[in-house]
Structure formats: C-alpha cells, structure tokens
C-alpha cells in the first residue's frame, strides 16, 4: 500500500510562524517516515508581507526540500488590516492551488492545514475530482474572528461558518492543535484529534543550557510573536506604564504594530524589533528575565492557546499567561505559569512583578515547565501518534 500525501499550506519553511513550523513538521516528517510527500504553498511572504529575497520565481516553483516535493505558488499581497482583500487574496490563492494541483499526481490523502479558510473547500472539492481522502488540520476558527472583534459582517460570518461544518462532516479526518478547536468539531465529527503543537527535539537542545535569569542590567520582559488584534498586546504597553523600572522588549511584526509603536512612543521602557532569525531570537530568550503571552478578552480566550507559551517554557523562562480558559487553568494547576485574567494591565503588571521579585519561585516553576515540554511537548513524539492516525485513514477502502 503506496503511503502517499499531498499537504496545502499557506506557509511554510523557510517561514517562522506557527503555521509554517506545523506545516513543515508535518511534510519532513512524513518523508522521513516513508511517505511520498508533496506540498503545495505560496512563495514564502509571511510576515513582512513582501517575497522573500532569491524567492521571487516564475511560479509554480518546485522545488525538492528534505525529501519533500514543495510546488510555491505566487501569493496576493494585500493590506493585512484589510479583512475584504484578504479573503479576496485567499480565494485567488485557492483557485491557484486547485488548478495547479489538478495537474500533479494523485496522492492517497490530502492534507489541508488552515488558516486560509478558503483553502477547506479548495481542498475538498479538488479530494473529490481526483478521489483522494479528505484530512483539514483546523489551526484557527478564522470565520469566527469577525464575530469575536465585534466587527459587523451582515450575516457573511455564518455562511462561512455553516460552509466549514458542511466540510468538516465530510472530512475523513480532523486534527487540531488546541482542545477548544478539537471541541468545537467533535460533535460534527467524531474524527477529530488533538495533535498539539510543541517545539523539536533540536530547539530543545539549543536552549538546554540558557541561564533562567540573566545578571545583566535591567529585568527584561520579553514578548515574541505576532503584534495581532486577538493576541491584546495594548494591555502589555499599558502594563509597561505601570513598570518604568522592567525593561520591555517586543519583537515580532503584525498589523497591529504601527499602532502599538504609536501607544507606547512616549515610553522609554519600551522596545520594538522586527522578526528575527531563530539563533538570534535564542540571544534574547538567553537575555529575558520573563516572557509574556497575551490574548485579548472574550470567546477566543476560551478557545486559542498561544504556541509561542511552549517555545518560553522549553527555553527554561519563567513565563506569565494573560488569558483564561483550559489553557490559563491547566497552567495554573499545574503550577507552569503566573496566570492573569486578559486585558488587565493592572493584573499583569502585579504578576510580572510577583515573577521578577521572587526569583526561587520563578526558577522552580521555569524547571517544572521545562520537565513538561521535555514530557509531553516534543514535536517528534507528537506526530508518531500524527502518523499512526493518518495510516488508520489510509486503511479505508475508499475516500471520502
């Protein structure tokens, strides 16, 4: 029995963000297991929004990448804040995928890994043209976000949400990286996994040495990540107010950025950096004294579970988690994280202080977070059981 896969992405290597790392630990791993594998992706953008240098091909571009058979498609690059252009970009984007992919060879399942939620029904009418298995790796409950920021969508938000079930139920298979998401589709279908995210055995090893706290100047509360409406990081600038005497450091790039350098201009505890490659970001972990997540109140807290949280633990930081929800309260209970409830910057100064002023107690609870990264969050041992599922798919007689 040929193992075989096809895996559409929006991102992928040599992005950074979570959903490149997840889509490019998918395909490597696949490969390395055995299976022919074959992406499909846009010429890497994300997240300066511009192609990266020596990526500007005439497409699509193929490329063979650790085993990996990547096919890059140009990308339409519109205004991130712009939500009608980016799903316009998304539906160009997935009519490109759909042509293209008509043309390549058939694979036994395909993998359609979100948050371009267009790119579902793409995927699953092109399963059905070429009768290959249906899988939807569900990163984000993107059609939910209008509803969430409050924005007025005339109704549009669940047509799109109603389309999603329809897709979800056909699915042979869906894996989640969060249980909130996982939740949110077992009831549709019972063939939804948890496939968490973590961080590798190789980001593991980099970090095993990183000093907890650094004895260098000022304590440094570092925040990594994307500068995004659902992540609230004008809490954290409002939390830099309150303490004048901590050094702030963001790095990261997103559309809410131009809006957080104008809050906090007049701050000169406060720090911007762009993205930076993954040695350098480990030069700044070595140097933080606390590393902060933040999610923005309301019904994505219950649901999202920052990524970035594992990275912090896994490199031996003690970490502060503004949210709430099942990962604020395993966090809590298990004594991994000083939680505070969202969009309090009162709340979050008093925890980042609590971490910094009691430095014993911050590096237990650093080394119990690390003991469970090393346990339950090694991105290897995740997808042996990724794997197991998807050769149980592979096992049906026909596709769905």
Partial sequence: ??????????????????????????????AQKGWKVAVITALPNYPFNEIYEGYDQETPYINFENGVRVVRLKPVLVPRENLVLRIVAEFIFSLRVLFVALKLKKARVLLVTTPYMLLAPAGYLLSKLK??????????????????????????????????????????????????????????????????????????????????????GRPLVLYAGLFGYMQGLSTLIDTAKKLPEYDFLLIGDGPERARL????????NVKFMPYVHHEMLLEYYKKATVCVSLLRPGEISQIAEPSKVWEYMAAGKPVVYCGQGPLAKFLEEKGLAVVCPPGDAEALAFAIKKVIDSPTEAEEMAKRARDFVEKERVRENILEDFVIELEKLLSMKSPI
Wanted: glycine residues 6%; charged residues 25%.
């Fill in 1 to 30: 029995m040929e193992k075989s896969i096809l895996i559409i992405s929006s991102h992928y290597y040599p992005e950074t963000g979570a959903g490149a790392k997840r889509a490019t630990s998918f395909a490597e791993f696949l």
């Fill in 131 to 216: 009768k290959m298995t249906f899988a939807w790796d569900v990163r984000d409950l993107t059609w939910l976000y209008p509803r969430y920021t409050g924005k007025r969508t005339f109704g549009v938000d669940k047509v799109f949400e109603l389309m999603m079930k329809l897709i979800a139920r056909k699915a042979g298979m869906i894996v989640a990286p969060v249980q909130g998401i996982v939740n949110y589709f077992k009831e549709i279908n019972s063939k939804t996994f948890l496939v968490p995210n973590g961080v590798s055995s190789e980001f593991l090893a980099k970090v095993k040495d990183l000093p907890v706290y650094s004895s260098e």
């Fill in 261 to 268: 350098m104008e809050q906090s201009k007049n701050l000169s």
